[in-house]
């Protein structure tokens, strides 16, 4: 499967092995491009087509962001933080 070529911000997608009673992967995480990582939730089983599997991926790293967010809203030199404290300013 070519991520790259459907999301530019993802390199490749971490995968567990099925388990025991289980024929399907799982995917757990997302790398960049850059080697950042991007844990999800939850897994994400992979037991259906690819066009259903990857809406899902989508939808689970769309619920994971705003967690990231809050985690650096409080720090000063974050990018976040000046545009929650002082997005007025900068319109």
Same mark, same amino acid.
């Given at each position: 499967?070519?991520?790259?070529?459907?999301?530019?911000?993802?390199?490749?997608?971490?995968?567990?092995?099925?388990?025991?009673?289980?024929?399907?992967?799982? @995917? @757990?995480?997302?790398?960049?491009?850059?080697?950042?990582?991007?844990?999800? @939730?939850?897994?994400?089983?992979?037991?259906?087509?690819?066009?259903?599997?990857?809406?899902?991926?989508? @939808?689970?790293?769309?619920?994971?962001?705003?967690?990231?967010?809050?985690?650096?809203?409080?720090?000063?030199?974050?990018?976040?933080?000046?545009?929650?404290?002082?997005?007025?300013?900068?319109?």
């Amino acid at each position: 499967m070519h991520l790259k070529k459907c999301f530019e911000g993802i390199k490749k997608l971490e995968m567990v092995a099925p388990k025991e009673g289980r024929k399907a992967y799982e @995917t @757990t995480g997302i790398f960049s491009p850059d080697g950042e990582y991007l844990a999800l @939730t939850a897994a994400v089983v992979l037991d259906a087509r690819p066009e259903e599997w990857l809406n899902w991926v989508t @939808t689970s790293i769309l619920k994971q962001s705003p967690l990231i967010c809050e985690k650096y809203a409080h720090i000063k030199n974050s990018p976040l933080f000046f545009f929650r404290n002082f997005f007025f300013n900068v319109v």
